[in-house]
């Protein structure tokens, strides 16, 4: 029978005289993030910057307390995440700082350098031998694949490729080169429902490459030759019509198996944060309305337990009434599928139970 792994849970109350920084360093501690060898260890902290507009992502405050924590213990942290794939302003390293900044993450507000893991233009990484059903090898950003420990700081929420973005997906698919990230997307790419579409065009001008076009009916068509399938039509689409047709299986097996190529050897922890969980991911240029109210915070050794327990306490949590799941019967079974109905996140959890990442089973320890 498998071990239970371990998730310490911090609720967001707190006392008179104390604060979230403080409740933050107690759940580290307790979790053992600290019996990690860090010193004189480069340790990569993953986090998404958050596309600039989109004002969901994590606070840089609780950065800082973890940089200390590691600084504290002889480490030399570093913040990291890879360029993305689609078109915005994370998409080489000069503007990815520069979003970065503006949101607040610099050395002055959390102690730790910003370092692009791929480079300039996404193309800096290692080729990492998983030999894997879909992936033989793994482009992983430079940065992340010659740091000595990973630990991942991720803003739970929901994701329209995967269900949810946690851990598993902060990792997989946040630590990828450009072209890591478009071995994963290449076969999933998006089909236009005609019916729906308005012709307004918002997926040609926001399609990296070239590969829509209106018709003469206006109706956006995609070139499947071109296409990478990125995701960013489905992403920027208000009415419908780009859609994701799924091989969600391959695309969410190869985000575990990148996981794996990352974590690999490699001493690793994770937060998952449980506040201003709205349905779409950080990649946006805004964000919506979070679905639940906030929860708290997740820490874990396990990146596939903190991942299905975060799931669940979103599931357990009343819906907000003004959210995109306002007017339905409360409680759902699971949000995440009522969001994106043609997408199954368990897909991704099962096979990194299969690839021994973690476990599902979990025993959740109030910190």
């Known amino acids: 029978m498998t071990q239970k792994s371990k998730v310490y849970f911090m609720g967001l109350r707190v006392h008179p005289g104390t604060n979230l920084l403080q409740r933050l360093e107690e759940l580290s501690l307790k979790a053992g993030m600290l019996s990690l060898d860090l010193k004189k260890k480069f340790t990569a902290i993953k986090i998404h910057f958050g596309e600039p507009g ?6 840089p405050n609780y950065l800082s307390v973890i940089s200390r924590l590691i600084q504290g213990a002889g480490g030399i942290p570093f913040l990291t995440d890879s360029n993305t794939l689609y078109k915005g302003r994370r998409s080489n390293a000069v503007d990815h700082l520069q979003s970065a900044m503006e949101n607040g993450f610099s050395p002055a507000t959390t102690g730790s350098h910003v370092i692009i893991a791929d480079g300039l233009k996404g193309t800096d990484f290692r080729e990492m031998r998983i030999d894997q059903n879909h992936c033989k090898t793994a482009k992983i950003g430079a940065a992340v694949a010659d740091a000595d420990v990973l630990i991942s700081v991720n803003h739970f929420k929901g994701h329209e490729l995967t269900g949810f973005g ?6 997989g698919m946040g630590c990828a080169s450009v072209g890591g990230k478009l071995e994963m997307h290449s076969n999933s790419q998006p089909l236009m429902v005609r019916k729906n579409c308005v012709g307004c065009g918002l997926c040609v001008k926001n399609c990296n490459y070239d590969a829509i076009h209106l018709d003469a009916e206006k109706k956006a068509v995609i070139d499947a030759s071109k296409c990478v399938g990125c995701g960013q039509c489905v992403a920027v689409c208000r009415y419908n019509a780009a859609q994701v047709k799924w091989d969600a299986k391959g695309t969410q097996e190869k985000i575990v198996e990148y996981t794996l190529a990352v974590l690999q050897g490699k001493p690793h922890f994770h937060f998952n944060f449980l506040m201003n969980i709205s349905p779409n991911c950080d990649c946006w240029p805004s964000n919506d309305m979070a679905i639940v109210p906030d929860i708290g915070i997740l820490a874990s050794f396990d990146p596939v337990a903190i991942d299905r327990a975060s799931v669940d306490l979103v599931n357990q949590a009343p819906i907000v009434p003004m959210s995109i799941l306002g007017g339905k ?3 759902l079974k699971d949000k995440f599928c009522e969001v994106f109905p043609n997408t199954n996140w368990k897909l991704g959890l099962e096979y990194a139970e299969k690839l021994d990442l ?3 089973d ?3 320890i109030e910190a």
């Open 54 to 59: 989109n004002l969901a992502f994590i606070r």
């Open 166 to 171: 946690g851990a598993i997906k902060n990792i």
């Open 362 to 364: 979990y025993e959740l």
């Open 358 to 360: 973690g476990t599902q």
């Open 329 to 331: 019967e409360a409680p």
